[in-house]
């Protein structure tokens, strides 16, 4: 009879494979802290990544607009100008409509009545409807598309009146391309069209028409009563009459508060916007949510970046259509 031997080198079952120790909890605390040190290197590098990407989109906007400027410009022999006159306040943007890929909602509007109905004067429901339209083009992505509060499409790239020097930042007869009932062509740039700005960027305001205690400072706008001329001293903060949080609310409307600018203060200034209570003067800056500077549209249709430090003569050089002024560093 054959018996089985059990060979010396045979393992027994319970002892197939070594032992395997697991993660301490030291080395697990490591590992926690080196995928944490990695995120937060990575997240500002994704942060920076998808800023640049808007940023890029806010600049192709405005090349748009400078294109259809050039479109409407060979139509009519003139720019838009940056208002009907009272109480037809159509904005530039909104007669560059039909240049922008948006002739649809242009043929709904009715420019024979006010844009928006102001006291008793009655605007047509269309327009009133179309005014509601938040419209990509005319919306930087870094920033919101509507003043919080506000049911009407806003508005970040406002039209180029001057340098708001002349007769206290009037919204009529200024020094730039488009303004209050303008009349403006090519042939009247005589500073040329590689050094004179027809659209910038603004940023929307905040919605809150109390003096900036709290929140950003740079939404709000000073506004004074009625008619008041804009003149510096007027405009002093600390003596405001009242505020507005309102800026760049309709992109329909033509005036200061909406959809024209100036170039009075510096680039992204800390010193605030000023307007009045008409909107018809105003001293303001241009502002963005970029970094470091603001975008531009020149009427050579090219888009620059300006940044912040600019000098304050080249920028309000920049401003004007037929200045004569030699403009040095400018981008």
């Given at each position: 009879m054959r018996t089985h031997r059990t060979s010396p080198h045979a393992r027994s079952p319970h002892h197939d494979a070594p032992s395997r120790p697991g993660f301490t909890l030291i080395e697990l605390l490591v590992v926690i802290a080196i995928i944490a040190i990695l995120v937060s290197l990575l997240l500002p590098a994704v942060q920076q990544?998808?800023?640049a990407a808007r940023r890029s989109q806010c600049k192709n906007n405005l090349k748009q607009l400078?294109?259809?400027l050039h479109n409407y410009e060979s139509t009519h022999r003139v720019f838009p100008p940056g208002s009907l006159g009272f109480p037809l306040v159509w904005s530039a943007q909104a007669q560059l409509l039909p240049y922008v890929e948006q002739a649809n909602l242009h043929d709904l509007l009715d420019f024979d009545v006010p844009p928006l109905t102001f006291g008793y004067i009655a605007a047509a429901a269309a327009n009133e409807a179309a005014a509601k339209q938040a419209l990509p083009l005319l919306l930087c992505p870094s920033d919101g598309d509507?003043?919080?509060g506000s049911e009407f499409g806003?508005?970040?790239y406002p039209a180029c009146t001057g340098a708001g020097l002349k007769n206290d930042g009037s919204a009529t007869n200024a020094t730039g391309v488009i303004y209050s009932k303008s009349a403006i062509g090519f042939r009247?740039?005589?500073d040329g069209v590689t050094h004179t700005v027809?659209?910038?960027e603004q940023l929307l305001g905040d919605g809150t028409d109390e003096p900036p205690a709290e929140g950003d400072p740079r939404r709000r706008v000073v506004e004074l009563s009625?008619?008041?001329p804009t003149t510096p001293a007027a405009c002093l903060a600390d003596a405001a009459p009242g505020w507005s949080g309102q800026r760049g609310a309709k992109w329909i409307n033509g005036h200061y508060?909406?959809?024209m600018y100036n170039h009075f203060h510096p680039p992204n200034s800390e010193q605030p916007d000023c307007h009045n209570g008409y909107h018809s003067h105003a001293l303001t800056a241009a502002r963005s949510a970029h970094e470091g500077g603001v975008q531009m549209a020149l009427c050579d249709g090219s888009v620059q970046f300006v940044s912040d430090g600019i000098a304050l003569e080249n920028w309000r050089a920049l401003a004007t259509r037929a200045g004569g002024e030699v403009v040095e560093d400018a981008f």
């Open positions: 990544a998808r800023e400078a294109l259809a509507r003043v919080p806003g508005l970040s009247d740039l005589r027809v659209f910038g009625d008619g008041t508060a909406d959809a």
